[in-house]
């Protein structure tokens, strides 16, 4: 469940995004969602320790095992992708719509969340 947390912060600052893009004044929105993907990656690492934990149980060898080192690697990949973002953000002026640059490794990272979504799923549910 902890997981969550992140996710939900990557995804709304996605929308945010988006949403400064069209918005009379993008200041609110840029604002938020900078700040949602630095709580996003603060939860991300709490979130890493519980699920390294939860996955010390999983026999070495087996099909959930190599399961969750997939899935390991893509919430990673997807906790580096955002940071990436954060660091862009920082450089750009506030006053302005979230810059291109952030904007498209946000999606990227967004594919990488998305993929160690549905994994971190069939690792849970043991469908693997």
Not at 50 to 57: R, Y
Request: net charge positive.
């Amino acid at each position: 469940m902890l997981g969550l947390l992140p996710v939900s912060c990557w995804v709304v600052s996605l929308v945010l995004d988006f949403a400064s893009r069209s918005a009379a004044d993008p200041v609110p929105d840029v604002r938020a969602a900078t700040s949602l993907i630095g709580w996003g990656l603060l939860a991300a690492g709490a979130a890493a320790v519980a699920g390294f934990v939860d996955s010390l149980p999983i026999p070495a060898r087996t099909k959930a095992f190599r399961m969750a080192l997939v899935h390991f690697g893509l919430m990673t990949a997807a906790s580096i992708t955002f940071l990436t973002s954060y660091v862009l953000r920082k450089a750009e002026p506030l006053d302005q719509p979230v810059g291109v640059q952030a904007l498209a490794v946000s999606l990227i990272g967004a594919v990488f969340l998305l993929a160690g979504v549905v994994s971190g799923a069939l690792l849970a549910h043991r469908r693997v």
